[in-house]
């Protein structure tokens, strides 16, 4: 007989056991980490629009609405990444109610 060498079946079950329970504990995270980086994507695209907007005001001398900004290209977008809508009020841009 062969000296043969390779995995016992035994191993490889601890490997699949083993890489079964890091994914247990790692989906859960990846989940929780999704919804934080879209509540922060919507904030993030808030501050830009804001920005953009004293950008409009400065070069304009006028305060323009969120269609100025995306007409005029100050912007791609005015809505935030989770597609939640947002509004313009007296200078300030905020989630849409």
Known sequence: MKNEKGFTLIEMMIVLLIISVLMLIAI???????????????????DLLQGQVGAYEAENNATPTLQDLLDDDYVDTITCPDGTGLVLTSGVVEKAP
């Open 28 to 46: 859960p995270s990846i989940t929780k980490n999704n919804e934080v980086s879209r509540k922060l994507g919507c904030e993030a695209t808030i």
